[in-house]
């Protein structure tokens, strides 16, 4: 593909078509990670630097918007400048400059996309906008010879869905939750029996220690590829109250709880891929970093899929996975113009 640079107009080929090696580096700032990252032609990592908030917001309980885009305030210039010394390469080496336009917090969004558009107006390269739930999907090429079609289940703190991708740039949502995304159930679950901020990943923990059959616990009975959140969620509310004045079995919640989660997710994305027909299938988002979804995921290699998940640190907020997104144009946004936006 073609993009303009900003500051002159030159034309510079971007994308696997482009006959040389690309070099983009990529801001990513849409929530509490201010992260930036050089990757060679969508798949090689030549730097990866990721300055995480949890130490700020871990008080809150949650992360505080306008805290945390001053927090990237501070740290973008830092992470910038890191991942030009970690990669050796200097502004004019790199083919363009791409940020992570949305979905996210606004003013969070617009520290990222104001650096990367700076650098390309300084330096004279194109600029190139990424939707921050397709960067999470291109996580999957990092480091790998992974090629579409694929079935992908994305799971993240704001998003749970099923998605046909056909090739790099045409991609079909067949599903998603209808109330809460699988990360934020993590989230209200693990506050509800006491665990602190990021709760997801603590959870993750305790459910290893713990009984995925102590509990029964209900499937969200939804239609076709969508999915619903809020009964289980209730109805590990229920069962923590049940328990009130006695000690709470906390690892087995934990494990019922992922059980339930994790074989819902998989069930759905098994029957989309057997449908569709296709060889592959991939998870993306931060909750793929599950240890329980990924088990379930992989199982599916003795039924003969090729399974891909992205190494952990591509599955949490990165700049990697934007930069990926950015070379082989999944959606991207390339114009001067291009505003933030929170939701999709
Ligand atoms: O993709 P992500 O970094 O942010 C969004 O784009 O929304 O995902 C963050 C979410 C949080 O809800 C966090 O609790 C969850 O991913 N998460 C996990 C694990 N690691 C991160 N949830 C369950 N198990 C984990 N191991
Ligand atoms: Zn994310």
Redesign the pocket.
């Given at each position: 593909m073609e993009k303009k640079s900003l500051f002159s107009d030159r034309i510079v080929k971007i994308g696997p078509d482009s006959g040389y090696d690309n070099y983009i580096m990529a801001i990513e700032s849409?929530?509490d990670e201010t992260a930036c990252a050089i990757v060679k032609n969508g798949r090689e990592v030549i730097a990866n630097i990721v300055a995480s908030q949890i130490k700020t917001h871990e008080k809150f309980g949650g992360v505080i918007p306008e805290i945390a885009a001053r927090e990237h305030l501070d740290s973008i210039n830092i992470v910038v400048q890191e991942a030009f010394d970690q990669s050796g390469l200097k502004p004019e080496d790199i083919t363009a400059f791409a940020a992570t336009v949305g979905p996210g917090l606004v003013g969070c969004l617009l520290v990222g996309l104001n650096a990367a558009k700076t650098l390309a107006l300084v330096h004279d390269k194109p600029f190139i906008g990424v939707n921050?739930l397709n960067a999470?999907l291109c996580a999957n090429y990092i480091e790998t010879d992974l090629k579409p079609p694929f079935m992908a289940l994305l799971v993240?703190?704001?998003?749970t869905q099923i998605i046909d991708v056909e090739s790099y740039s045409k991609q079909t949502i067949l599903g998603e939750t209808i109330d809460d995304?699988?990360?934020?159930a993590?989230?209200k679950v693990a506050r509800l029996i006491g665990l602190p901020y990021?709760?997801?990943?603590r959870?993750?923990k305790l459910a290893q220690e713990g009984n995925p059959a102590a509990f029964q616990l209900p499937e969200g009975k939804v239609d076709g590829y969508n999915f619903s959140f809020s009964g289980l969620k209730t109805a590990v509310l229920r069962l923590v109250k049940s328990f009130e004045g006695k000690e709470l079995p906390v690892n087995d919640i934990c494990a019922s709880f992922q059980e339930c989660v994790s074989s819902t997710l998989v069930k759905k994305l098994k029957k989309a891929v057997e449908q569709r027909g296709y060889k592959q299938v991939v998870i993306a988002?931060?909750?793929a970093?599950?240890?329980e979804i990924r088990k379930k995921v992989f199982a599916l290699e003795n039924e003969g899929y090729r399974v891909n998940a992205p190494a952990m640190k591509y599955?949490?907020?990165n700049a990697s996975m934007v930069a990926s997104c950015a070379y082989f144009n999944t959606n991207t946004f390339d114009d001067i113009d291009v505003e933030v936006f929170s939701r999709v």
């Open positions: 849409s929530c921050h999470h993240s703190g704001g998003h995304a699988v990360g934020e993590y989230d990021p709760g997801g990943p959870l993750d988002g931060g909750v970093a599950n240890s599955c949490t907020d």
